[in-house]
């Protein structure tokens, strides 16, 4: 069975940092691309980021770039994104996904975890 796991989540402050993880079962992360996405009640799930297969680059929604950082960790099978300076806007469920490739819709990926909140409130 397949199983990606996001954790991390939770409340910070406005300029605080969260770290969150995408652990997998079943799949080797390394074989996929890996996104990241958040989600607000109401608005279209949206793009963060996504890192290419076989340990290729990673790319950035502009909204993020420079505050958010994606590292790997093939031994551990896990996938994580560091989030700094944190603002109100940023408040989501964050999901990572894995398809064979950064694809532009969000149905051409393969496999979803069940997202994890983050908070960003004074």
């Known amino acids: 069975q397949v199983q990606l796991v996001e954790s991390g989540g939770g409340l910070v402050q406005p300029g605080g940092s969260l770290r969150l993880s995408c652990a997998a079962t079943?799949?080797?992360?390394?074989?996929?691309?890996i996104g990241w996405f958040r989600q607000v009640p109401g608005k279209e799930r949206l793009g963060v980021s996504c890192?290419?297969?076989?340990?290729?680059?990673?790319y950035y929604a502009d909204s993020v770039k420079g505050r958010f950082t994606v590292s790997r960790s093939y031994a551990e099978n896990s996938y994580y994104l560091q989030m700094d300076n944190l603002k109100p806007e940023d408040t989501a469920v964050y999901y990572c996904?894995?398809?064979?490739?950064?694809?532009?819709?969000?149905?051409?990926?393969?496999?979803w975890g069940q997202g994890t909140q983050v908070t960003v409130s004074s």
């Open positions: 996904a894995a398809g064979s490739s950064c694809a532009a819709l969000l149905d051409e990926y393969d496999y």
């Open positions: 890192s290419r297969r076989y340990e290729g680059s990673t």
């Open positions: 079943g799949i080797r992360l390394h074989d996929y691309a």
